[in-house]
């Protein structure tokens, strides 16, 4: 079991930076590829950022790429959301997530229903 907990969430000005955190707890978390997704109110729950376990292969969603950056401390059992010129569009629950296998295709980096453990989420609200 793997238990994943975000923070670093909050209310920030367009054009400012947040930075999340996922802390993961119980086994097999330095085997396992990363994601982050988001979810704004009445939408659907959308792929923002993946990593595979020793962070050679990393995606981006088109909407955020050259803004975000993901990454990860497999020591700490951590991996991170570096968000910079935020946009009102990036606001909603900001989710951490635990994948089936340490790599994996594009396809599954991509697909929701290929990770295995959620945090809670981590709400991110960005003003205009």
């Known amino acids: 079991q793997v238990q994943l907990v975000e923070s670093g969430g909050g209310l920030v000005q367009a054009g400012g930076s947040l930075r999340l955190s996922c802390q993961a707890s119980g086994r097999t978390f330095s085997n396992r590829r990363m994601g982050w997704f988001r979810q704004a109110p009445g939408k659907e729950r959308e792929f923002v950022a993946g990593?595979?376990?020793?962070?050679?292969?990393?995606y981006y969603a088109d909407s955020v790429k050259g803004r975000f950056t993901i990454s990860r401390d497999n020591a700490k059992n951590t991996v991170f959301l570096r968000m910079n010129s935020l946009e009102p569009e990036d606001t909603g629950v900001y989710y951490c997530?635990?994948?089936?296998?340490?790599?994996?295709?594009?396809?599954?980096?991509?697909?929701?229903?290929?990770?295995?453990?959620w945090g809670q989420g981590t709400q991110v609200t960005v003003s205009s």
């Open positions: 997530a635990a994948g089936k296998t340490p790599y994996g295709t594009a396809h599954d980096y991509r697909d929701l229903y290929e990770y295995v453990y």
């Open positions: 990593i595979s376990w020793r962070d050679s292969i990393i």
